[in-house]
């Protein structure tokens, strides 16, 4: 899994640092986040090339907002598209 920490979170409202963001130029993050399958629940994600960060708004009931950044960067096809893009 790729990893990554939470920085910030109240309900509705996640901003976490993936520090391997940090080494994307501005060009490959853009290609990575058009690729990238966002589920359902995110309302908004912006990212920020500079910090590593994203920042997720998101419905909060009756969700595990953890659960699904866990999944999302766990699939392989992210990983393979970060490995790639390096």
């Given amino acids: 899994m790729i990893?990554?920490?939470i920085v910030n979170?109240?309900?509705g409202h996640m901003r976490?640092?993936?520090p391997i963001i940090k080494?994307?130029?501005l060009k490959k993050l853009k290609a990575l986040y058009g690729k990238i399958l966002w589920p359902d629940c995110f309302k908004d994600v912006s990212v920020n090339p500079l910090t590593g960060n994203i920042r997720i708004k998101?419905?909060?009931k009756?969700?595990?907002i953890k659960g699904e950044i866990d999944?999302?960067?766990a699939n392989?096809?992210?990983k393979e598209l970060l490995i790639g893009l390096l």
Avoid: F, G
């Fill in 23 to 25: 080494k994307l130029t």
């Fill in 58 to 60: 998101y419905e909060p």
């Fill in 3 to 5: 990893e990554y920490s």
């Fill in 9 to 11: 979170h109240t309900p």
């Fill in 16 to 18: 976490i640092n993936v």
């Fill in 62 to 64: 009756d969700m595990d």
């Fill in 76 to 78: 392989t096809p992210v």
């Fill in 71 to 73: 999944n999302l960067l």
